[in-house]
C-alpha cells in the first residue's frame, strides 16, 4: 500500500475547522457567524494518523465523486426570474443554493470557481463589514453573474434590538454591500433567522426579497466535509427541493462543495438561477411564505 497517497487523502478528508459565534443546536436553523475559521495544519508523512477503515473509505468516496468533476455537466436548471419571495416556486428536485456570511477572500473565490466548473449560480448573502473589508472579493461575485443579497452589516440577533435599531442595522448592512459591488441588492437573509412579521412587512415596503431557508447544511458545525454532504442529502431527499442555507466563510464548504455538486447531479437535481425582476406596480405582499415553507 501507498501511505503518502493515503495520507495525502486523509488530509483532505480529516481537515475540520470554523466555529459560530452563536451557541445552536440540531433542532434550530438560526446560524452562527464567524469572519475567519482556525486554521489546523496539514498532515505531514510521519504524523499519526486514525487509521480506521471508515476515514479510508470516506477519502476514497470524495475521490471517486470528484473524478468526473471537469465535466461535461448537466446540473444546471431554470432561471427564475423574482419580484417577490411568492414567486420563489420550485418543483420537485429543485434546489437553489444560496451562501451566507462573506465575501471572505480565499474561500468564496474557490466556491466560485467550483460552481463555474458546474455551470451553475447561487445567491450570496453578504454581511456588510465583510463586503466593505473585502470589495474586491464582492466585485467578483457580481462578475460571475451570482445573485446577490444583502445580511445586515454586524450580524447581529434582530430579536434582541428595537424595531428602529434593526432597520438601520438592515438598511447599512444593504448601503455596505451596494457601495462594494456598485449595484442594488434587492435580497435580503435575517442573521439566524431571526425576524419578526413586522421586520417582514418593511422589507416588503422596500421592494425586499426575504430569503428563507428549506435546508440547512449546517456547515457550521465541526464536522467534515463528507458529513456535511450527507447531511444536506438527506434532507433534500426528504422534502425533494428547496433553498439551501451554507456559509463561504467556512473551508470545510469549500472542500465539501465540488463532492455536493456531484452527488446532485448524480442524483438528477436541477439548481435554478435566481434573478431580480423589479415590480412595476407598488408591492401589496411580499411576506407571503413560499412553497417550501420556510423551517424554523
Not at 72 to 76: C, G, N, T
Not at 215 to 239: C, G, H, N, W
Not at 271 to 296: D, E, I
Given at each position: 500500500?501507498?501511505?503518502?497517497?493515503?495520507?495525502?487523502?486523509?488530509?483532505?478528508?480529516?481537515?475540520l475547522?470554523?466555529?459560530?459565534?452563536?451557541?445552536?443546536?440540531?433542532?434550530?436553523?438560526?446560524?452562527?457567524?464567524?469572519?475567519?475559521e482556525?486554521?489546523?495544519?496539514?498532515?505531514?508523512a510521519?504524523?499519526?494518523?486514525d487509521?480506521?477503515?471508515?476515514?479510508?473509505?470516506?477519502?476514497?468516496?470524495?475521490?471517486?465523486?470528484?473524478?468526473?468533476m471537469?465535466g461535461?455537466?448537466?446540473?444546471?436548471g431554470?432561471?427564475?426570474?423574482?419580484?417577490?419571495?411568492?414567486?420563489?416556486?420550485?418543483?420537485?428536485?429543485?434546489?437553489?443554493?444560496?451562501?451566507?456570511?462573506?465575501?471572505?477572500?480565499?474561500?468564496?473565490?474557490?466556491?466560485?470557481?467550483?460552481?463555474?466548473k458546474?455551470g451553475?449560480?447561487?445567491a450570496?448573502?453578504?454581511?456588510?463589514?465583510?463586503?466593505?473589508?473585502?470589495?474586491?472579493?464582492?466585485?467578483?461575485?457580481?462578475?460571475h453573474?451570482?445573485?446577490?443579497?444583502?445580511?445586515?452589516?454586524?450580524?447581529?440577533?434582530?430579536?434582541?434590538?428595537?424595531?428602529?435599531?434593526?432597520?438601520?442595522?438592515?438598511?447599512?448592512?444593504?448601503?455596505?454591500?451596494?457601495?462594494?459591488?456598485?449595484?442594488?441588492?434587492?435580497?435580503?437573509?435575517?442573521?439566524?433567522?431571526?425576524?419578526?412579521?413586522?421586520?417582514?412587512?418593511?422589507?416588503?415596503?422596500?421592494?425586499?426579497?426575504?430569503?428563507d431557508?428549506?435546508?440547512?447544511?449546517?456547515?457550521?458545525?465541526?464536522?467534515?466535509?463528507?458529513?456535511?454532504?450527507?447531511?444536506?442529502?438527506?434532507?433534500?431527499?426528504?422534502?425533494?427541493?428547496?433553498?439551501?442555507?451554507?456559509?463561504d466563510?467556512?473551508?470545510?464548504?469549500?472542500?465539501?462543495?465540488?463532492?455536493?455538486?456531484?452527488?446532485?447531479?448524480?442524483?438528477?437535481?436541477k439548481?435554478?438561477?435566481?434573478?431580480?425582476?423589479?415590480?412595476?406596480?407598488?408591492?401589496?405582499?411580499?411576506?407571503?411564505?413560499?412553497?417550501?415553507?420556510?423551517?424554523?
Open positions: 500500500m501507498n501511505y503518502r497517497v493515503l495520507l495525502a487523502g486523509l488530509a483532505v478528508s480529516l481537515v475547522g470554523g466555529c459560530a459565534s452563536k451557541p445552536t443546536n440540531d433542532a434550530s436553523l438560526k446560524t452562527g457567524y464567524a469572519a475567519e482556525s486554521r489546523h495544519k496539514p498532515l505531514k510521519n504524523d499519526p494518523v487509521m480506521e477503515p471508515k476515514k479510508w473509505l470516506v477519502a476514497d468516496l470524495e475521490t471517486r465523486e470528484l473524478q468526473g471537469n461535461p455537466h448537466d446540473l444546471a431554470r432561471t427564475l426570474e423574482v419580484a417577490s419571495l411568492k414567486d420563489i416556486r420550485l418543483v420537485d428536485k429543485e434546489v437553489i443554493l444560496t451562501f451566507d456570511d462573506g465575501p471572505a477572500p480565499g474561500k468564496t473565490d474557490r466556491i466560485l470557481a467550483a460552481l463555474d458546474f451553475v449560480k447561487a450570496f448573502m453578504m454581511v456588510g463589514e465583510m463586503a466593505q473589508a473585502h470589495p474586491a472579493t464582492a466585485r467578483e461575485v457580481l462578475a453573474g451570482d445573485a446577490i443579497g444583502s445580511h445586515t452589516f454586524r450580524h447581529p440577533d434582530l430579536d434582541k434590538m428595537t424595531f428602529d435599531a434593526a432597520m438601520n442595522e438592515i438598511a447599512r448592512g444593504k448601503d455596505a454591500v451596494t457601495k462594494a459591488i456598485g449595484t442594488d441588492v434587492p435580497f435580503f437573509r435575517f442573521p439566524y433567522l431571526a425576524d419578526s412579521r413586522r421586520l417582514r412587512n418593511a422589507m416588503a415596503a422596500r421592494d425586499m426579497i426575504v430569503m431557508v428549506d435546508i440547512d447544511s449546517k456547515d457550521y458545525f465541526t464536522s467534515t466535509p463528507a458529513a456535511v454532504v450527507e447531511r444536506t442529502m438527506k434532507q433534500l431527499r426528504q422534502r425533494g427541493r428547496g433553498i439551501v442555507l451554507m456559509h466563510i467556512h473551508l470545510r464548504t469549500v472542500r465539501m462543495l465540488p463532492v455536493l455538486l456531484s452527488r446532485l447531479e448524480k442524483e438528477g437535481y439548481v435554478v438561477t435566481l434573478k431580480y425582476k423589479r415590480n412595476p406596480t407598488p408591492a401589496t405582499n411580499l411576506v407571503a411564505q413560499a412553497q417550501t415553507s420556510m423551517v424554523r
